[in-house]
């Protein structure tokens, strides 16, 4: 997915890597580990646009994440993927920023849907103020028509960290609805190519686009997220 985690996991060994960029200059990469093929080690870095920013300062947010759980079937016929992930973050030019988030999400595939749905609870702010905590519900649907099996559509609907600067140290910060629909195109087995259109709540009608690449190596194919 764009926005929302999903309960898929990399196999054992395998090495999910992704670069992203948006219309406004803002960028994300990542790389992934499997452990087993119940856990995934990520290490990510991001470069926000300016509309998370007042005034125009962007935030370069660092994030560890480790997710673990079950595949479909595996606690049961029919029970769909499970993870659990435990995310942290932190802003490399705005000294004491910090942003946590824990989620239980569950993955089901059902013909040529996917369906996506869970729950996040967040925490973020600074070393000198009180963090704020919300607990927010996400997901996401993926549709592969039978006829483009190479082709899949994707929306999902998540909650944003967001950061208000003001000569590089944060005075507030929250988290925002955001929206997020496109298109996947599996290039090759071990790679896809995605473009989506992003929507936040408090520029809703100023979109964002977004193109990112995701490569897997090792065994097994990728399901990009």
């Not at 920023?97 to 996506?116: D, G, K, N, S």
């Not at 087995?189 to 686009?209: I, K, N, Q, T, Y």
């Amino acid at each position: 997915m764009w926005l929302a985690p999903t309960a898929e996991l990399p196999e054992e060994g395998g090495v999910l890597g992704s670069v992203m960029l948006d219309r406004h200059g803002g960028f994300a990469m990542g790389a992934g580990y499997g452990f087993g093929g119940i856990a995934e080690l990520e290490l990510a870095i991001a470069n926000s646009d300016a509309r998370l920013c007042d005034p125009c300062t962007p935030l370069e947010r660092s994030t560890a994440t480790f997710r673990f759980g079950a595949r479909e079937d595996d606690l049961f016929e029919g029970a769909p993927a499970l993870v659990l992930g435990v995310e942290a973050g932190f802003d490399a030019h705005v000294t004491g920023l910090h942003a946590t988030e824990a989620y239980l999400v569950a993955t089901r595939h059902v013909a040529f849907v996917t369906l996506h749905g869970g729950v996040a609870a967040s925490a973020t702010g600074h070393d000198n103020s009180a963090a704020t905590t919300l607990v927010r519900p996400l997901g996401g649907v993926e549709l592969t028509p039978p006829k483009f099996p190479k082709t899949t559509l994707l929306a999902d609907v998540s909650w944003q960290p967001k950061f208000a600067t003001t000569a590089g140290a944060m005075t507030t910060s929250t988290s925002e609805l955001a929206f997020a629909w496109g298109v996947r195109y599996q290039t090759f087995p071990w790679l896809a190519v995605e473009l989506a259109v992003r929507h936040d709540a408090s520029a809703f009608g100023d979109p964002d686009v977004l193109v990112r690449v995701t490569g897997q190596w090792g065994t097994g194919t990728l399901r990009a997220r």
